[in-house]
């Protein structure tokens, strides 16, 4: 697999070039930010009366209204939320001159149809492997986050070396970039949503939970054995993959694990992550994103009132106050 760094990229096809960052949100207040401090001509485009104006000015950056930002810009990022790219491609497209670049920092919209761009288009991807805040605060250290980059459309020969300077520009380089598709992004990051880290762990940590009080064990100990335990496992992982983490736990600890794991996540577990990633690919769940914004997000809005009112919720806020 390519792994480009700072080394091997050529910052030029960005110098002099404007970017247009669509969006001042998790992604787009980082990006902006770390391109500005990689000396990259920034603009900021809002939609009208957006309260986030007053909050990039402050931070030391150019806004403007959407049209206007992307009627002066050489390069424009989609740095919305996925579910309205498609409104707010059909909005800014007639501004976008002729061979501008147009970026993505996650595959989804162009991968499941929300967005068509023009042909004279050039369109990237450059999708920083984790929340906006941390590609700021890596970015302040000197140090960078991994990104994947791809390109969909190549309309001026230029495509692929915007996208690398742009990952360099946010300081991704600096961690490295690896090259993939829109398609195989998107489709691996919304399994993976699914299916395993922001999906399954945390109904695995809640079942975990609930089991153990049901058993009689109380809702704290329970919380500390199944919720607490899991920023010490990821540590380990990070620092020694899964095989080392195995290895400098307890046998105690790696028995049980080697006894428990496999009973647990079993084949009709794989069974369904198979299925999840067939919908997927099949666009169900891009429809039902799509279905939500449409709905006013009453799911998710309900959703996130019931996981506030659980007696796991309640021991968490116990036990952060008794710590803190
Ligand atoms: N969040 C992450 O950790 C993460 C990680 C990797 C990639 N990504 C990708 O990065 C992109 C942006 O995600 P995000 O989480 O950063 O988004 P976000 O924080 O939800 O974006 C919020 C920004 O979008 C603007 N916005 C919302 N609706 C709008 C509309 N109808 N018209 C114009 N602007 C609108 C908001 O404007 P106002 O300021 O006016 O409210 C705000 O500035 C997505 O493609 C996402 O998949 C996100």
Not at 56 to 69: I, Y
């Amino acid at each position: 697999m390519e792994f480009l760094r700072d080394a091997d990229i050529d910052p030029a096809p960005l110098a002099g070039k404007r970017v247009a960052i669509l969006g001042y949100g998790n992604q787009g207040r980082a990006q902006a930010l770390n391109l500005k401090d990689s000396g990259i001509d920034v603009v900021v485009g809002l939609r009208g009366g957006s309260g986030s104006t007053n909050e990039a000015e402050g931070a030391g950056l150019t806004t403007a209204l959407l049209e206007e930002a992307v009627a002066s810009a050489d390069v424009v990022m989609m740095l919305a939320p996925d579910e309205i790219h498609a409104a707010l491609y059909g909005e800014v497209e007639p501004r976008l001159r002729k061979g501008v670049a147009l970026g993505f920092s996650h595959g989804l919209s162009v991968r499941f149809g929300f967005v068509q761009p023009r042909a004279d288009l050039d369109v990237f991807l450059v999708a920083p492997k984790g929340p906006g805040t941390a590609l700021r605060s890596l970015y302040k250290q000197g140090k960078g986050m991994i990104a994947v980059w791809a390109v969909e459309q190549d309309a001026t020969g230029m495509a692929k070396h915007i996208a690398l300077a742009y990952g360099r520009a946010i300081g991704s380089g600096r961690a490295g970039l690896i090259a993939s598709s829109f398609a195989e992004e998107a489709e691996a990051d919304l399994f993976n949503e699914q299916a395993v880290v922001w999906g399954a762990v945390p109904e695995l940590l809640i079942a975990g939970f609930d089991t153990l009080v049901a058993g009689g064990v109380s809702p704290e100990l329970a919380y500390l054995e199944c919720v607490g335990e899991l920023k010490l496992i990821a540590d380990l992982i990070e620092a020694r993959g899964i095989a080392g983490m195995r290895e400098v736990i307890s046998n105690t600890a790696e028995l049980g694990a080697l006894l428990g794991g496999k009973r647990i996540v079993d084949a009709s577990v794989r069974q369904r992550m198979a299925e999840v990633l067939s919908e997927v690919r099949a666009g169900r769940f891009a429809a039902e994103l799509k279905q939500e914004e449409a709905d006013g997000y009453k799911r998710l809005e309900q959703a996130r009132a019931e996981n506030r009112r659980t007696l796991l919720e309640s021991t968490y806020q116990r036990l952060s106050a008794a710590e803190n």
